[in-house]
């Protein structure tokens, strides 16, 4: 290329080794000044030609050392645009270098096109902020060729959506849904995505239309986005699985059987509202794979002790795996998006979107087999992808929705009066202990009961769950090989069942951390996204200053609230439990669950969302 007092006379070249299509032009770079820019299997690079020479220059004592060769990845652009012809900005070095060299005035008028990316915040790696590199030439073709050229490198990108159909909550949080929306929306059009855009209405209008969309709709996109909180989020799952998720219901002890009257064998001949839809309907399900899964829902057998096992492999069909979902923050919480990107932030949430990331996450399946003690058995499913909770948790729920006036502030308010009230309540909860081998760090390969025992973990001893976790992405050892990687549990190893049985202010049951601006470190600080186990913490009745001092952990960074007497924690893969005397409700995600007796059990990995996990 010749150079000319600082112009770039010769436009570009293209040269092909195998391959790989090397492209390079002299552009300028807004606010740098001219470069030479060059494309190659790596991604875009540019080194700046304003200095005088590679070893630095000098005018008047003053060192310009030479500008450092600059680099993007294709991975992290989502967006190029030919612009119209505004005014390329030199830098102030280009300036001055100039003035004392003579050189002749830039002409300004140019064409020019921006290439978009995006920027980590050095204080905050989750946070990722929008950026832009404006390029100029005198050239419109030169520009049209970069741009056509960088698109094509994003097209071919995998994992990228094209279709999205977006729930837009506009009371969620704070009422700010519908701005929420509109703040993100021009980075989906200009990364050419197309969006379908439903604003509900009501209460329950997303699971409607969630639940009434056929499979050949749905697989027209390529994920479903909520614009708003957890609950939000829970109510599309909810649309989603209800009427697509086949699977047995949880297991559970003999006595619990006993206790529901199981001469009638409720647990086989019950058919849940899902199961009897889609056996009426004679359309194909291209969201599901082939299964066998028997009419009942639900297929296992009575050991000699006269508990539920699974003694014989099932296959059932689980939801289209291509489908990802997206959550754009704006409820009161957002502990989802918080614990899958790190940042409570809808523009970094749409970028993880928009750049195609995805992050496996477990799922609970929640069947309520009564909601009160005196209510017939009328099996329910629910699910929840974050936590489920009883007492403290759901009697603040409960509080909460008479202020929702308050926006987010109603929640401190709610759980202050639900505080000083102090109530307990009686309840029975069993929990399945699953016999696993060591983590795969173990030298001695030696087997344990695996974690489902109560924990107590120092700090050195915790192993968060962060981007590209060797946890969620080592396949368990207790997985049948022939089981779907949602399969929560086995056959082929012993189980047991373990109960615990007394007052309690509070029963939780976290599938993830739950890290959020009132719990920096979450209620489980080492939970994991995807490891098929949920956390159960059960809080027994304990005076209102110890109650205090573990809340009080839980609101502090690098806090302890585990680690109480009163404190149960049991790592298990699905659990039970009965409510004995008073009641209170569930907390589903952020949703009112009204239960006197349930059971529940995770599915690992069971969906996959537009994330990639908190960064370091």
């Known amino acids: 290329m010749e150079i000319n007092g600082g112009r770039c006379n010769s436009g570009n070249k293209s040269q092909?080794?195998?391959?790989?299509?090397?492209?390079?032009?002299?552009?300028?770079?807004?606010?740098v000044g001219e470069v030479t820019l060059t494309f190659d299997s790596d991604g875009l690079s540019w080194k700046s030609l304003d200095s005088l020479d590679n070893d630095g220059s000098t005018c008047l004592g003053i060192k310009f050392l030479p500008k450092m060769a600059t680099k993007l990845i294709i991975s992290d652009?989502?967006?190029?645009?030919?612009?119209?012809?505004?005014?390329?900005?030199?830098?102030?070095?280009?300036?001055?270098?100039?003035?004392?060299?003579?050189?002749?005035?830039?002409?300004?008028?140019m064409n020019h096109f921006t290439v978009h990316t995006f920027q980590k915040s050095k204080s905050q790696p989750c946070l990722w902020i929008l950026a832009a590199y404006t390029f100029g030439?005198?050239?419109?073709?030169?520009?049209?060729?970069?741009?056509?050229?960088?698109?094509?490198?994003?097209?071919?990108?995998?994992?990228?959506?094209?279709?999205?159909?977006?729930f837009v909550h506009p009371l969620s949080g704070k009422g700010n849904g519908r701005n929420t929306w509109e703040t993100v929306a021009p980075i989906f059009s200009r990364s050419k995505i197309n969006t379908k855009?439903?604003?509900?209405?009501?209460?329950?209008?997303?699971?409607?239309?969630?639940?009434?969309?056929?499979?050949?709709?749905?697989?027209?996109?390529?994920?479903?986005?909520?614009?708003?909180?957890?609950?939000?989020?829970?109510?599309?799952?909810?649309?989603?699985?209800?009427?697509?998720?086949?699977?047995?219901?949880p297991p559970v002890p003999s006595d619990?059987?006993?206790?529901?009257?199981?001469?009638?064998?409720?647990?086989?001949?019950?058919?849940?509202?899902?199961?009897?839809?889609?056996?009426?309907?004679?359309?194909?399900?291209?969201?599901?794979?082939?299964?066998?899964?028997?009419?009942?829902?639900?297929?296992?057998?009575?050991?000699?002790?006269g508990s539920l096992s699974l003694d014989q492999q099932i296959e059932y069909s689980l939801p289209y795996q291509r489908l990802r979902f997206g959550i754009i923050p704006a409820g009161s919480?957002?502990?989802?998006?918080?614990?899958?990107?790190?940042?409570?932030?809808?523009?970094?949430?749409?970028?993880?979107?928009?750049?195609?990331?995805?992050?496996?996450?477990?799922?609970?399946?929640?069947?309520?087999?009564?909601?009160?003690?005196?209510?017939?058995?009328?099996?329910?499913?629910?699910?929840?992808?974050?936590?489920?909770?009883?007492?403290?948790?759901?009697?603040?729920?409960?509080?909460?929705?008479?202020?929702r006036w308050m926006g987010p502030k109603r929640y401190d308010y709610a759980g202050t009066k639900v505080f000083l009230k102090h109530r307990s309540y009686e309840v029975e909860v069993g929990y399945l202990a699953v016999e696993s081998e060591k983590d795969s760090s173990t030298s001695d390969g030696s087997r344990m009961l695996s974690k489902s025992r109560s924990l107590k973990r120092k700090k050195s001893e915790r192993i968060i769950?962060?981007?590209?976790?060797?946890?969620?992405?080592?396949?368990?050892?207790?997985?049948?090989?022939?089981?779907?990687?949602?399969?929560?549990?086995?056959?082929?190893?012993?189980?047991?069942?373990?109960?615990?049985?007394?007052?309690?202010?509070s029963v939780g049951a976290a599938i993830m951390s739950n890290r959020n601006e009132r719990a920096p470190d979450g209620l489980v600080a080492d939970a994991h996204l995807s490891d098929g186990f949920l956390h159960l913490l059960l809080i027994k009745?304990?005076?209102?200053?110890?109650?205090?001092?573990?809340?009080?952990?839980?609101?502090?960074?690098?806090?302890?609230?585990?680690?109480?007497?009163?404190?149960?924690?049991?790592?298990?893969?699905?659990?039970?439990?009965?409510?004995?005397?008073?009641?209170?409700?569930?907390?589903?995600?952020?949703?009112?669950?009204?239960?006197?007796?349930?059971?529940?059990?995770?599915?690992?990995?069971?969906?996959c969302l537009f994330a990639s996990g908190p960064e370091v």
């Not at 652009?77 to 390329?88: H, K, P, Q, R, S």
């Not at 199981?262 to 194909?284: C, F, G, M, Q």
Request: include cysteine.
């Open 16 to 31: 092909v080794e195998g391959e790989i299509s090397v492209l390079s032009s002299n552009l300028f770079l807004d606010h």
């Open 77 to 109: 652009i989502y967006a190029v645009e030919l612009m119209n012809g505004d005014v390329i900005q030199e830098s102030d070095l280009t300036t001055v270098t100039e003035c004392f060299l003579g050189s002749e005035d830039l002409d300004s008028g």
């Open 137 to 166: 030439h005198k050239d419109l073709q030169t520009c049209q060729m970069w741009v056509n050229k960088i698109s094509g490198s994003l097209h071919k990108e995998v994992g990228r959506p094209k279709n999205l159909l977006v």
């Open 197 to 249: 855009v439903i604003v509900t209405q009501r209460a329950g209008h997303a699971f409607d239309v969630m639940r009434s969309t056929t499979n050949e709709e749905l697989n027209s996109y390529d994920g479903v986005l909520a614009v708003g909180g957890d609950g939000f989020f829970n109510e599309i799952l909810n649309g989603y699985l209800s009427s697509r998720h086949k699977a047995p219901f």
């Open 256 to 305: 619990f059987l006993d206790a529901l009257g199981n001469d009638n064998n409720p647990l086989v001949n019950i058919t849940t509202e899902a199961d009897s839809e889609s056996r009426n309907t004679k359309e194909s399900d291209p969201l599901l794979s082939g299964s066998a899964h028997n009419e009942s829902g639900f297929s296992h057998l009575r050991t000699n002790d």
């Open 333 to 403: 919480t957002d502990a989802i998006v918080i614990c899958t990107t790190g940042a409570r932030d809808p523009i970094t949430s749409a970028l993880h979107i928009i750049l195609g990331k995805r992050l496996c996450l477990d799922v609970a399946q929640v069947v309520r087999w009564k909601t009160t003690s005196t209510s017939k058995i009328e099996p329910l499913v629910r699910y929840a992808a974050s936590f489920a909770g009883y007492g403290f948790y759901g009697d603040v729920i409960t509080e909460s929705e008479k202020y």
């Open 465 to 505: 769950c962060r981007a590209n976790c060797n946890v969620c992405n080592t396949k368990p050892v207790y997985s049948p090989s022939k089981s779907t990687p949602a399969t929560p549990y086995s056959s082929a190893q012993e189980t047991k069942w373990l109960k615990s049985k007394g007052r309690f202010l």
């Open 541 to 607: 009745d304990c005076p209102h200053a110890l109650y205090l001092w573990h809340l009080t952990q839980l609101a502090k960074k690098g806090g302890n609230p585990l680690n109480f007497d009163f404190v149960e924690h049991h790592k298990t893969p699905a659990f039970t439990f009965t409510s004995i005397g008073n009641e209170s409700v569930w907390n589903l995600d952020g949703e009112l669950f009204q239960a006197h007796k349930l059971s529940a059990q995770v599915f690992r990995g069971l969906i």
